[in-house]
C-alpha cells in the first residue's frame, strides 16, 4: 500500500491518477489511514489534477475525513466545493450525526432542503436519528409526511421511523408502524422494545422480547439497560444470566449496563467474575474501567 502511494506520488499521468488514486484512497477510508489519505489529497489539489475537482472524487475526500474523525476538514472539502449532489449532503450529514452532532445534522438537512437537492431514502434514514437524539418529534413527523408522499417507505426507513417516534414519546405511533413492517428484522424489534423501556412500559418490552423470532447482543441489552433505567436491578442481572446461557457474547455496552447492577447489589463475586470475563475479551475501555472501579 505504501509502494503504491509513493509510486502514484512520483507520477504525474492524470489518467493512470484518476482510477489509481481513488482505489487507493478507497483502501485507506476502510483502513481509517489519514495520514496516506491527507497525502492523496494535497498532492492532486497541488498538482491540480482535473478529476481533483469532481464530485464523485470531493465525496470520496468526505467521507474519508469524516470515518478518520476528523469532521474539521470534511467540512472544508463539502464548504470548497463548486457543486454538490445528494451524496455530498447525506456523506456530511450522517457524519455530524454519528458523531455526536445532531443539530449539526439537522442544520444541513434544512440547508440541503434549500438548495433544491432532493432528499433520498439514504437521507431520510440518516437524519430521523437526529430527530430522534434531539426529541424533535414535530420535525421527524414532518419528515416522515415527505417519506410517504414520496413512496420512500423502505423496511430500512420504517426501522428509523420507528426508533424516532419511539425516542421521542410517541410509542403509540412507534408501534402502530412497528405493526406494519412486512419484514421485521432485529433492529426493528430493538428498537420497539427500547422504545417501550425508554417510556417506562416493562410489561409490553418483556413481551415482544419473548416473541423475537432472533436476538443477538443489542436486543440483549436493551432489555438489561431498560431495566436499570427503570430501577429494577434483580431483572437486568437475571436477564444477563439468561443472556449467557442462551450463549450470546456479551459487549462493552453490556458490561457498562451491568456493572453499575452489582455495585448497587454489593454483587462482588459477581462482579469479579465480570471484571475476569472484560480482560478475557478485551473490552477494558475508559468507559468500562470506570464502572469497574465504581462497583
Not at 498532492?43 to 470531493?58: C, D, L, R, S, V
Not at 420497539?192 to 440483549?220: C, H
Request: with cysteine; aromatic share 10%.
Amino acid at each position: 500500500m505504501k509502494e503504491a502511494l509513493h509510486f502514484l506520488l512520483k507520477t504525474n499521468n492524470s489518467i493512470v491518477n484518476y482510477y489509481a488514486y481513488s482505489q487507493l484512497l478507497q483502501t485507506f477510508i476502510s483502513k481509517k489511514a489519514l495520514l496516506q489519505s491527507k497525502q492523496i489529497h494535497s498532492h492532486t489539489t497541488h498538482k491540480g489534477f482535473e478529476f481533483a475537482a469532481a464530485i464523485f472524487f470531493q465525496n470520496k475526500l468526505i467521507s474519508m475525513y469524516a470515518k478518520c474523525s476528523n469532521l474539521v476538514e470534511s467540512r472544508r472539502v463539502f464548504d470548497d466545493m463548486t457543486e454538490r449532489d445528494s451524496i455530498s449532503w447525506n456523506v456530511l450529514i450522517t457524519a455530524y450525526r454519528r458523531h455526536g452532532f445532531p443539530r449539526e445534522a439537522l442544520k444541513l438537512f434544512h440547508q440541503m432542503q434549500r438548495t433544491g437537492i432532493q432528499s433520498d431514502q439514504y437521507t431520510f434514514s440518516s437524519i430521523l436519528p437526529a430527530c430522534a437524539k434531539t426529541r424533535s418529534l414535530e420535525k421527524g413527523v414532518e419528515i416522515h409526511r415527505s417519506i410517504m408522499e414520496r413512496d420512500f417507505l423502505s423496511d430500512v426507513v420504517a426501522n428509523a421511523l420507528v426508533d424516532m417516534y419511539a425516542k421521542c414519546g410517541s410509542i403509540r405511533k412507534a408501534r402502530e408502524l412497528f405493526d406494519k413492517i412486512p419484514q421485521r428484522d432485529v433492529f426493528s424489534w430493538t428498537a420497539m422494545i427500547a422504545g417501550y423501556t425508554q417510556n417506562g412500559v416493562l410489561d409490553e418490552a418483556l413481551k415482544l422480547f419473548e416473541e423475537m423470532p432472533q436476538r443477538n447482543v443489542i436486543s440483549w441489552n436493551a432489555m438489561i439497560a431498560g431495566y436499570v433505567q427503570n430501577g429494577f436491578v434483580h431483572m437486568a442481572l437475571e436477564t444477563f444470566k439468561q443472556m449467557q446461557l442462551a450463549g450470546v457474547e456479551p459487549d462493552a455496552t453490556t458490561f457498562v449496563s451491568i456493572l453499575p447492577v452489582c455495585a448497587q447489589m454489593r454483587a462482588l463475586q459477581q462482579g469479579m467474575a465480570i471484571h475476569q470475563s472484560i480482560m478475557e475479551k478485551g473490552f477494558l475501555l475508559d468507559v468500562v474501567a470506570s464502572a469497574l472501579i465504581d462497583m
